[in-house]
């Protein structure tokens, strides 16, 4: 399995002056819409596997320029570390469901956020509004089955708005894509997780804090 080196990463925090990006670290505090608890420690940045990040600031670029709205980037880099503070948080506690297929929540060390691979996102006007999807993000369904879960891609119920405004960040985003090089995987149960495919991020080992150096650890702060 190959390992991932710092060098494959950016902080998006540091394209938000220059990009029309807004980054909001969703577990780096204790408020909504992050249902988990604090996960991250004050002065974590957002990191993302650069090809990837290179896809978030084409297609946010592409989407102010079309229809002057902003991307607001939730999440990328998730250490194991992460991964398991929200494992054991008392609402996944709670909902020990989430884990079982068809999963909403990655076990530690599985899936794409613990190698940078995957960004979640959503979309904003200029005077800061989130656009409505159909659901807030991380909107964990009880049934995680299409027909029960508005924030599945599937969900058949979605009214004509949602649609379209999901359609307005996924053609942004696939676009971007295509224009970088990358595969990019729509993640079908939530309509803000973009990925890199699994045969792609599969070949790369997950990282914990400890892979990083102290500037990139997302739970454990060192100066």
């Known amino acids: 399995m190959k390992h991932l080196s710092p060098e494959q990463f950016i902080a998006l925090d540091d394209y938000a002056d220059t990009y029309p990006i807004r980054i909001d670290l969703a577990y780096a505090h204790d408020r909504p819409p992050n249902i988990f608890g604090k996960v991250y420690h004050d002065k974590a940045f957002l990191w993302i596997y650069k ?4 896809v978030v600031l084409r297609a946010a670029r592409n989407v102010y ?6 991307i607001i980037v939730y999440d990328s880099l998730r250490t194991v570390d992460a991964q398991q503070k929200m494992q054991d948080a008392p609402i996944s506690q709670a909902h020990p469901q989430w884990f ?11 899936g794409a956020h613990p ?3 995957a960004v979640d996102v959503a979309l904003a006007c200029e005077d800061g509004s989130l656009l409505d999807m159909g659901t807030v993000f991380d909107h964990l369904a009880e049934d995680a089955r299409p027909e029960a ?9 979605l009214k004509d708005e949602h649609r379209a405004n999901r359609e307005i960040l996924n053609k942004a985003m696939l676009d971007a894509a295509d224009h970088v ?7 079908e149960t939530e309509w803000w997780d973009f990925r890199l495919p699994a045969s792609y991020y599969g070949e790369y080992a997950p990282l914990s804090d400890a892979d990083l150096p102290p500037p990139m650890r997302m739970v454990n702060y060192s100066e």
């Open 181 to 187: 090089g990358i595969p990019l995987h729509l993640l």
């Open 65 to 70: 320029d079309t229809h002057r709205f902003y």
């Open 149 to 157: 879960n508005p924030a599945h891609r599937a969900y058949v119920h």
């Open 51 to 54: 090809s990837l990040g290179e």
């Open 115 to 117: 190698r940078g691979m």
């Open 100 to 110: 079982e297929e068809p999963r909403v929540l990655s076990p530690p060390g599985q």
